[in-house]
């Protein structure tokens, strides 16, 4: 990217972020309380399978802080698995395949994913392995962009090779950690609700985030869209047009 076209984007964004502190969605993350869910379910001697773990499983620092726990990453690519130092065992998987996963059932005692579900193409093979894996009251936390976000849609509409560029561009630090292709199978409240349900989780408890302006803060007047529409999606309380979803959801008996 050149110069002149960087120097335009970071001063868009540094005048995008205190204009963003004045709307009140952007005081709620669901990656912040997705972290916070998982530290808070970190407990002694478990074992925890990071989906899509890749480079790296998130929630290893504090892991740290308990005794005997063991880390599974489970990745579509080797690639990115060769450069995980946080997990115990790696396992090189498609959830989408129909396939079982290498792992004993009701073995795990919680599941995790950050920014995956919407890459599956077929969350349902997803889900099932999931309840399978998980162990009775084991929890399954998740984070992932809502189908129906700004920002998602546009992702849908363009094909991926666009998508990529255009956000390698105006996000030159997502290069090697986004721009993969996204289905957002199911992707959305209620379908996903239903869909845990469905595979046997209770006391599913969502957070919705009505904050994605991040993605069009490299032109203000682009960004300022985002942040009033997040903001009447916030107010009015409309689940499906929400930018982030974080769950919690517990394998029933």
Known sequence: MSNPLRAFINVNRKCHSLIAKL???????????????????????????????????????????????????LDVSPEELEYNNDADEKIVFDLTSGERVPIDDESVDMITSSSVLEHLKNLENAVTEVSRILKKGGKFISVFPSKFALFAIINQLLPNWLARKILFTINPAAI??????????????PALKNLLAKHGFKNINFMFDYNQSGYFSFFVPFGLISLIWDCLMYVLHVKPFCAYICFTAEKGS
């Open 176 to 189: 090697g950690f986004g721009g993969f292709k996204a289905y957002y199978n199911r992707c959305y409240y």
């Open 23 to 73: 709307f009140p969605q952007t005081k709620h993350s669901a990656y912040k309380h997705y972290r916070e869910q998982v530290n808070n379910n970190l407990s002694d001697n478990m074992t925890a399978l990071d989906i899509g773990g890749g480079k790296r499983c998130l929630f290893a620092p504090e892991s740290r802080k308990f005794k005997g726990i063991k880390i599974i990453a």
